[in-house]
Every structure is written in C-alpha cells, then in structure tokens.
C-alpha cells in the first residue's frame, strides 16, 4: 500500500491515525540503531534506509539511478511491515531473528523472504528491531549485495 508522501515526515502524517504513533517509535529506533553510513529516504512509496550513492556509486542493479536499498518499513493495508534486505541475504542473521523472536512477542511469526508483518500493532518489538538494525553494517550489506544478490 503506496502512500503519496515525497518524506518519511509527510508518509507518516498520511498515514491512519491508530499507526502514527507505532510508526513514528519504528522509525527511531532503526534511526538510533543503524550504523553510520545508511540514510533515510523515500524509496518505493515506503520509507526507507539505504547505502547512498556517494557510499556506494554502483547504485541498485534493477535500477542504478536508486541507491541501495537495506530497510524499509511500511503501514501496509492489514499489518505495519518491516522489509530488511539483510535477513533474506543472510541466513546466519535470518536464524538469530527467528531464534531472537518468541524472546519478545508470544505469537507466531509472520514472515516473507524479507518482510516481517505485524498484524498486531500493540506488539511490535521495538527492542528486537533496534538490535536487527545494528547487525549490518553498510560495508558489510554491500559485501553481502554484491556477492549473493548483484548479478
């Protein structure tokens, strides 16, 4: 669900009411916990975290004039979703994300290759999505990108 918002600022003014909040505490948490070198922008429709190109020229393979995407998150229709490039590149942080995970929310997890939704707004890890944002860094990302995914 794209919303029409050119900053993550207008995106969550957008959004509906009841996720403002949720969304707004989201976005703090990966911003205090990502490490230096991804920025925040627009990306998608969504608001999203990325290597710029003046870290990393190459750009996105499916679109170089597009920085490299790593993170996104989104008030989609039914759930608030977290997109993280990392998780589904990386099998080792994939399996501590899984394992880490009935650690801080009771209900079974709801996960894509990369998307992690949350139907449940109330119980969105905070924490645990803090410290998923702290595992890459942006070298790290390109090293990962370019190797397993950049054909």
């Known amino acids: 669900m794209q919303h029409k918002a050119n900053t993550p600022d207008e995106y969550i003014e957008v959004i509906p009411e009841e996720r403002k ?13 990502l490490p230096k070198g991804f920025s925040e922008v627009m990306n998608y ?8 190109h003046e870290i990393y ?59 992690i939704r949350f139907k449940k707004i109330d119980q969105i890890p905070l924490q645990l999505i803090g410290e998923l ?4 860094t942006p070298e790290k990302w390109i090293e990962i990108y370019e190797t397993n995914i950049k054909k």
């Open 133 to 136: 944002a702290t595992k890459m």
């Open 21 to 33: 909040e949720v969304m707004q505490n989201l976005r703090k948490v990966i911003l205090d916990n």
């Open 45 to 52: 429709g969504l608001i999203g975290y990325v290597i710029p």
């Open 57 to 115: 020229p190459d750009g996105y393979h499916c679109d170089p004039k597009l920085p490299l995407p790593f993170m996104n998150i989104a008030s989609q229709k039914n759930f608030i979703a977290v997109y993280h490039m990392g998780i589904y590149a990386d099998k080792e942080l994939m399996d501590w994300f899984v394992g880490e995970y009935p650690k801080y929310v009771k209900t079974k997890l709801d996960m894509g290759k990369s998307c």
